[in-house]
């Protein structure tokens, strides 16, 4: 399954965690733990007062060769 099939897919609409693809087009959901998010939370506080003119995004999708 390609990342536009999910897309196109309303089993996949308004999902309440994320999903990825893994290189054979299989989907790989991982929920997050509350020590991931606080980590994640404060690593973004940090990199936004380091970096004035640049923003941090906590989680955005990348599609790359092996998947999305």
Not at 39 to 44: F, V, W
Request: include cysteine; hydrophobic fraction near 35%; proline fraction near 7%.
């Amino acid at each position: 399954m390609n990342w536009q099939a999910i897309c196109d897919n309303p089993l996949f609409q308004d999902m309440p965690f994320k999903f990825e693809t893994n290189r054979w087009g299989r989907i790989e959901m991982s929920p997050a733990s509350n020590r991931h998010s606080r980590y994640q939370g404060l690593i973004a506080k940090l990199l936004d007062r380091l970096l004035p003119d640049g923003e941090a995004i906590p989680e955005c999708s990348i599609q790359t060769a092996d998947g999305v």
